[in-house]
C-alpha cells in the first residue's frame, strides 16, 4: 500500500511559475516509476511527466522545455517544476506511483492559471 500527498497547487497569472510536490508513504527507490498527470474539466485524464526508477523521464508535448520532473528520494518526495504557465495547464495535477502490479494515486492538487 502507497499513499501518496500532493501539494503546491494554487492560482497563478499566466506565464509563472508553481512547484508541486508528492509525498509517498514508503521509499520511492521502490517504485517502478512516478509521475505526474492532470484531468481539466469535461477532458481525460493526461500524462505531463514520468520519472521512472531505471529510465529516462518523459514528457507530455505540450508541457516540454516549461515543466520538470525531479526526485529527492531521501524525502521520498517527487516535484514537478512548472514554469512559463499557460491558461490551458489549468488542471487537477494528480501524482501517479507504480509499486508492483498496482497503480497509487493521490487525492489531486488544483493548478489554475488566469489569462
Known amino acids: 500500500q502507497v499513499q501518496l500527498v500532493e501539494s503546491g497547487g494554487g492560482q497563478v497569472q499566466a506565464g509563472g511559475s508553481l512547484r508541486l510536490s508528492c509525498a509517498a508513504s514508503?521509499?520511492?527507490?521502490?517504485?517502478?516509476?512516478m509521475g505526474w498527470y492532470r484531468q481539466a474539466p469535461g477532458k481525460q485524464r493526461e500524462l505531463v511527466a514520468t520519472i521512472p526508477t531505471a529510465a529516462s523521464t518523459k514528457y507530455a508535448n505540450s508541457v516540454k522545455g516549461r515543466f520538470t520532473i525531479s526526485r529527492d528520494n531521501a524525502k521520498n518526495t517527487v516535484y514537478l517544476q512548472m514554469n512559463s504557465l499557460k491558461p490551458e495547464d489549468t488542471a487537477v495535477y494528480y501524482c501517479?506511483?507504480?509499486?508492483?502490479?498496482?497503480?497509487?494515486w493521490g487525492q489531486g492538487t488544483q493548478v489554475t492559471v488566469s489569462s
Open positions: 501517479n506511483a507504480i509499486f508492483g502490479w498496482y497503480d497509487y
Open positions: 514508503r521509499s520511492i527507490v521502490s517504485m517502478n516509476a
